[in-house]
């Protein structure tokens, strides 16, 4: 499964921006759906996820309360809303599905991976 991330773009601190994951030529089926980051010289990190039916979202301390992870399944999108963003949260973002229904913070629990869509917030 390929799937397509887009939104990334350049921002001022404080500022917004939302990323959308797009399963390429398919639709999302019942997948749990991570956003993952990584910024320059940095190991990737989690940022969020959400299960299949978008009950259950889990967020890194980091990003909490201030970015939102959302689903549309009749649409087969899945969103990153990112507000109040800071200079720290510039890096790629990833989108990442799993083959079963439930969200997990652990990369290795992921098994399709997107191309990624940069962020960059300026001070």
């Known amino acids: 499964v390929q799937l397509q991330a887009s939104g990334g773009g350049k921002v001022q601190a404080g500022g917004s921006l939302r990323l959308s994951c797009v399963p390429s030529g398919r639709t999302f089926g019942r997948n749990g759906v991570g956003w993952f980051r990584q910024a320059p010289g940095k190991e990737r990190e989690f940022v969020a996820a959400?299960?299949?039916?978008?009950?259950?979202?889990y967020y890194a301390d980091s990003v909490k309360g201030r970015f939102v992870m959302s689903r549309d399944n009749a649409k087969s999108t899945v969103y990153l809303q990112m507000n109040s963003l800071k200079p720290e949260d510039t890096a790629v973002y990833y989108c990442?599905?799993?083959?079963?229904?439930?969200?997990?913070?652990?990369?290795?629990?992921?098994?399709?991976w997107g191309q990624g869509t940069l962020v960059t917030v300026s001070s």
């Open positions: 959400i299960s299949w039916s978008g009950g259950t979202t």
């Open positions: 990442a599905s799993r083959i079963v229904p439930g969200a997990k913070v652990d990369a290795n629990e992921y098994d399709y």
